[in-house]
T-cell receptor, first 112, second 114 residues
């Protein structure tokens, strides 16, 4: 079975550039989550969608961050403009409530 | 403000012995708790969960204990195996959204020595 697929696996870009992270959830799952992991703050929920609708974006750090889910099989997390403090590992997860969340392998983002 | 705390960030244990991981939480509203396991360069994978109506849940070598009055849960792995070497995350949620708005601890590194 295909799991949650994230791309790219690694991204290195310069400050000020736009960054787009992509996620394909597990087929049939109706909830999708974006997390950020840093040494300082651990794993934090940024936003989650239910049936493609954003339900809770209270974890999105700033207006520079935006997330979309145009259909049940695709989501993006965009950072524009990017800053060095955005460097982290970003995880996407999906679930079929009330089952536990399944995580992708993450995107390691480095902003120079 | 860390609502889920995992102290003692690393643990080394001999193969065959018991590994005990601890987790404390501050929000008394939490009623659903999970443990995830993470290998390097991979995402966390679900291990075991427990709801607040229970104080113990067992799945093979893995047992989670919940002490609601102390706001504490623990994960026991027995016997420990080299493949258990990973980072373990404790997570908590509440209400009908219990499995959506999860708060995670920072993780415990476990090393099982063959």
């Amino acid at each position: 079975d295909a799991g949650v697929i994230q791309s790219p696996r690694h991204e290195v870009t310069e400050m000020g550039q736009e960054v787009t992270l992509r996620c394909k959830p597990i087929s049939g799952h109706n909830s999708l989550f974006w997390y950020r992991q840093t040494m300082m703050r651990g794993l934090e929920l940024l936003i989650y969608f239910n049936n493609n609708v954003p339900i809770d974006d209270s974890g999105m750090p700033e207006d520079r961050f935006s997330a979309k889910m145009p259909n049940a099989s695709f989501s993006t997390l965009k950072i524009q403009p990017s800053e060095p403090r955005d460097s982290a590992v970003y995880f996407c997860a999906s679930s079929l409530m009330p089952q536990p969340q399944h995580f992708g392998d993450g995107t390691r983002l480095s902003i120079l | 403000d860390q609502q889920v705390k995992q102290n003692s960030p690393s643990l080394s244990v001999q193969e065959g012995r018991i590994s005990i991981l601890n987790c404390d939480y501050t929000n008394s509203m939490f009623d659903y708790f999970l443990w995830y396991k993470k290998y390097p360069a991979e995402g966390p994978t679900f291990l075991i969960s427990i709801s607040s109506i229970k104080d113990k849940n067992e799945d093979g070598r893995f047992t989670v204990f919940l002490n609601k009055s102390a706001k504490h849960l623990s994960l026991h792995i027995v016997p420990s195996q080299p493949g258990d070497s990973a980072v373990y995350f404790c997570a908590a949620g509440f209400g009908t959204d219990g499995n959506n708005r999860l708060a995670f601890g920072k993780g415990n590194q476990v090393v099982v020595i063959p």
